[in-house]
């Protein structure tokens, strides 16, 4: 399955995803992807800003990196839903579970806390851009 996270973006020091909605002179207007929904201007100069197509996990040594969009789309064909975060409380079954998404991610590498957010990203995108997952016929 393809996903395009083009307009999906994260932003340094801010624990949201964000849809980007329009690119303006040094700056973007962004709606957050939460509850709340919230339409601000983020500033280029101020704040990191990446799309999540920009986003790899690292591979083991000498081979290539593994798309974002390959292991979220790997989440959704495994589990079709949010994945439950208690998982977070056993570091064992959340290596496992990349594991069996990725099977070639560098361990090493590739920490809890990666690990963590790329499952949060996935629940936040299932609950709140849930039509990047549909397949089109084209």
């Not at 983020?42 to 197509?53: G, H, M, V, W, Y």
């Not at 986003?55 to 390959?70: P, R």
């Not at 995108?125 to 397949?135: E, S």
Request: glycine share 2%; net charge positive; with cysteine.
């Amino acid at each position: 399955m393809d996903i395009d996270l083009k307009k999906i973006i994260s932003i340094t020091c801010h624990n949201s995803l964000y849809l980007l909605l329009k690119t303006l002179p040094n700056a973007i207007l962004v709606e957050s992807l939460d509850a709340k929904r919230i339409k601000s201007v983020k500033n280029f100069t101020r704040n990191k800003i990446t799309s999540l197509r920009d986003i790899s996990v690292y591979a083991k040594t000498n081979e290539k990196n593994i798309a974002l969009s390959d292991v979220i789309s790997g989440f959704y064909t495994k589990f079709n839903s949010k994945i439950d975060e208690s998982l977070f409380d056993n570091p064992d079954k959340m290596r496992h579970l990349m594991a069996q998404i990725a099977p070639n991610y560098d361990f090493d590498r590739v920490g809890l806390r990666d690990i963590r957010k790329i499952i949060g990203w996935y629940n936040t995108l299932l609950v709140y851009q849930p039509q990047i997952f549909i397949v089109s016929g084209d």
